[in-house]
């Protein structure tokens, strides 16, 4: 990557110049999210989860004995199961798209809500992160 670094030698302002061909490149890549919560036991928590169509994607421990990191994906969506201390200091609430959000509020007997963007209803995981299934409007 070319960049340049032009310091204002007063200490007054520093100001860094991309080269055009570097910014075009960059927006050419795409990007997905994920989202991260805590779970105390990433195995009972991928269970639960399991009941709203996620599947587990990959689990990592960097030793048997060691925490679990536990990634989920359910279509677009894909959720990360934390058992580090600190990594995703929670609960947390994550807001998921769906096509029917029905189906999926029937599972607990949750009450589906009207908003002006989108039909919706929460529930929440074993380890308190709460989660908001949503229909858009319209």
């Known amino acids: 990557m070319a960049v340049t670094a032009r310091i204002d030698h007063r200490g007054a302002k520093a100001q860094i110049v ?21 779970a105390v036991d990433a195995a ?7 009941q709203y169509g996620f599947e587990v994607d990959f689990e990592h421990r960097f030793e048997p004995y060691m925490p679990a990191y ?20 929670g609960p947390g609430l994550l807001y998921i798209w769906v096509d029917a959000v029905e189906p999926l509020a029937a599972i607990t007997g949750a009450k589906v809500g009207s ?24």
């Open 44 to 50: 009972v928590a991928a269970e639960w989860y399991g």
């Open 70 to 89: 536990v990634g989920l994906k359910r279509d677009d969506a894909e959720i990360h199961l934390s058992e580090h201390t600190g990594d995703a200091p």
């Open 115 to 138: 908003m002006p963007w989108a039909r919706d209803f929460e529930v929440a995981d074993p380890d308190g992160n709460r989660l908001r299934f949503a229909e858009r409007a319209g």
């Open 18 to 38: 991309a080269e055009t061909e570097v910014v075009e490149v960059a927006a050419e890549v795409e990007a997905e999210a994920a989202a991260e919560v805590v």
